[in-house]
């Protein structure tokens, strides 16, 4: 099966620009996360979705960042504006939704903020 | 809140030699443990979870952890390895009961030499 797909696979902006990422999920999984993995850290869950309601956003700086997941399928990660700080890999998962799932990531945007 | 400690950042080995991979939690509740691979340049892959039952997991790659409660520590370790497995590994928790989300560790670069 085809596993998580995202684009683009990287990006590089200015500051105070803005940007968008893209994620689809493994067909037929309810739950999506999206994950900042900063250099040399393990991951940080941003954002988790259960079809297209979101179940923990905790984490999302919400003054900048922005995710939605129309129709419960395809998502997309904003920042706007960016900073220096931003400069990550941001990674997507999917699960089939049950509890202890596993999750399956996608290959990351690594993302370059100048 | 629960943490995850990787104390070792590298670990250099060489080939067909044994190697463990040191990971400590700290939770307040009942955790599933997990071990993520990550090759350059790819997303996450499952390499094994403890969930309940026996305190000694098999996963994939002839990789295995044993859950240690009274230590806190999900240990991975390898009899044999190869240049192959050079990647980074990720050590995580979940909650249990608290959704599905994962807590990682900032990750041990193993580096499998001739």
């Known amino acids: 099966e085809a596993g998580v797909a995202q684009s683009p696979r990287y990006k590089i902006i200015e500051k105070r620009q803005s940007v968008a990422f893209w994620c689809n999920p493994i067909?037929?999984?309810?739950?999506l996360y999206w994950y900042q993995q900063i250099l040399g850290q393990g991951p940080k869950l941003l954002i988790q979705?259960?079809?297209?309601?979101?179940?923990?956003d905790s984490q999302l700086p919400k003054d900048r960042f922005s995710a939605e997941r129309l129709k419960g399928v395809d998502s997309t990660l904003k920042i706007q504006p960016a900073k220096l700080e931003d400069s990550a890999v941001y990674l997507c998962?999917?699960?089939?939704?049950?509890?202890?799932?596993?999750?399956?990531f996608g290959p990351g945007t690594r993302l370059l903020v100048l | 809140a629960q943490s995850v400690t990787q104390l070792d950042s590298q670990v250099p080995v060489f080939e067909e030699a044994p190697v463990e991979l040191r990971c400590n939690y700290s939770s307040s509740v009942s955790v599933y443990l997990f071990w993520y691979v990550q090759y350059p340049n790819q997303g996450l892959q499952l390499l094994l979870k403890y969930l309940s039952g026996s305190t000694l997991v098999k996963g994939i790659n002839g990789f295995e952890a044993e859950f240690n409660k009274s230590q806190t520590s999900f240990h991975l370790r390898k009899p044999s390895v190869h240049i192959s497995d050079t990647a980074e590994y990720f050590c995580a928790v979940m909650v249990t009961g608290g959704g599905n989300k994962l807590t990682f560790g900032t990750g041990t670069q193993l580096k499998v030499e001739l």
């Open positions: 998962a999917s699960s089939s939704g049950g509890i202890r799932e596993t999750q399956y």
């Open positions: 067909s037929g999984h309810a739950t």
């Open positions: 979705f259960q079809n297209n309601g979101v179940v923990d």
